[in-house]
């Protein structure tokens, strides 16, 4: 059963048996998460494990949880701004596989830049989300269609995308355990405020009342 991220999360095996659509599972793989292939168009792919993937923090701490889905891993080096909190620090660290940070070309950032334009996505999309559609465009160039020529931008090119950037660019602040906790309370705090919210704003119901006889 394939689903909208491009996974498929197939049936168990038979006992002592392989896997009928992955042959690297086995019958003692019970888990839906330990059973989960990725299904890659890469064409130096092995199998249903992809070759070279482009992550996320999000990807990498909430949905790997520690399984390797992909030979090599890539992401912009922006990518360490992000980890803000010692927990997700301590995750990088404890990755069970090497992350290579690489920056895309700028000929990657100016198409996805004017491509994101066109669709109007621009303003939605953070430095970070550019920045590793662009590494996306430079690794599929480089593995894919090799006769995708790079084209040197120049150094007016350059600084126009630096401005386009640059308001995209936060101040990133590390913070501590005891501040973790204290987000994390006031994160509680505005759900239950925007809950009960919710509860004191929606009306009260209908009751129909019998007619009066007179």
């Not at 793989?29 to 168009?41: D, E, F, G, N």
């Not at 509860?199 to 129909?208: E, F, I, N």
Request: hydrophobic share 35%; aromatic share 8%.
């Amino acid at each position: 059963m394939a689903n909208r991220r491009g996974l498929v999360y197939s049936l168990p095996a038979p006992k002592g048996g392989k896997h009928a659509v992955n042959e690297r599972l086995f019958e003692d793989q019970p888990m839906p998460h330990m059973r989960m292939a990725k299904v890659t168009l890469d064409p130096l792919a092995d199998g249903p494990f992809s070759a070279h993937d482009v992550t996320s923090k999000y990807a990498l701490f909430e949905f790997f949880g520690g399984a390797t889905l992909a030979e090599h891993y890539y992401a912009p080096p922006q990518i360490l701004d992000e980890l803000r909190s010692v927990k997700a620090r301590k995750a990088w660290d404890l990755l069970p596989f090497e992350v290579e940070l690489r920056e895309p070309s700028n000929n990657a950032v100016r198409a996805v830049i004017d491509a994101s334009k066109v669709t109007g996505d621009f303003q939605s999309l953070s430095m970070v989300d550019i920045k590793m559609i662009a590494l996306t465009f430079d690794l599929h160039a480089q593995y894919v269609d090799e006769k995708t020529a790079a084209v040197e931008s120049s150094e007016e090119d350059q600084k126009r995308i630096i401005e386009e950037l640059s308001g995209k660019i936060e101040k990133v602040e590390v913070k501590d355990e005891n501040e973790d906790s204290a987000v994390v309370e006031d994160e509680e705090e505005e759900e239950e405020s925007e809950e009960s919210t919710i509860k004191y704003c929606q009306p009260a119901p209908t009751v129909k009342r019998a007619p009066l006889d007179l």
